[in-house]
């Protein structure tokens, strides 16, 4: 245990260094030492996608991917974590030139997993809007705008 703590301390002054492959690759070794301790594999996954950010490579951005569907595996799901997962899934697939449709389940996962979440629904559908996708991204408008104005968009006859 204390040699994933020194390790997990590592990969943080490594990323502080802004040394991206080291800092994942330290977390790697934090999440081998002591898979059991969720903060780890955390830790792995955003070192990932630094390191994907600083460098532009798709295959940081699958190790992150992975790391976050490892993460949600061992320790249930979590709204956070599952929209981290969508939008290392959407830098993967623009980073690989595939449509970024691949991440939509999951950014829908992430809503369902906390329906009544105002600033995850607002990111989701400025994710979409962004990303030229306004018809879904207005579906969570709708909803944020009847939580406020008490709409009745069930289809059943009042």
Not at 46 to 64: I, M, V, W
Not at 85 to 94: I, T
Not at 113 to 119: A, G, I, K, T
Request: net charge negative; with cysteine.
């Amino acid at each position: 245990m204390i040699a994933a703590d020194l390790t997990a301390a590592q990969a943080n002054e490594a990323a502080n260094r802004r040394e991206h492959d080291s800092a994942a690759s330290l977390a790697g070794r934090a999440v081998t030492l002591n898979p059991l301790k969720k903060d780890y594999l955390i830790l792995k996954a955003k070192s990932y996608e630094r390191a994907a950010e600083a460098q532009g490579t798709a295959e940081d951005y699958a190790l992150a991917v992975e790391a976050y569907r490892t993460l949600l595996n061992r320790f249930g799901p979590d709204s956070f974590y599952t929209l981290k997962l969508a939008q290392a899934k959407a830098k993967l697939a623009q980073a690989q030139g595939i449509p970024i449709a691949v991440a939509f389940p999951d950014l829908e996962r992430a809503v369902e997993l906390d329906r009544f979440n105002l600033p995850l629904r607002e990111f989701v559908a400025d994710f979409y809007e962004r990303e030229g996708f306004a018809g879904l991204g207005f579906n969570h408008r709708i909803a944020i705008h009847c939580w406020a104005e008490g709409c009745d968009i069930s289809g059943r006859p009042e």
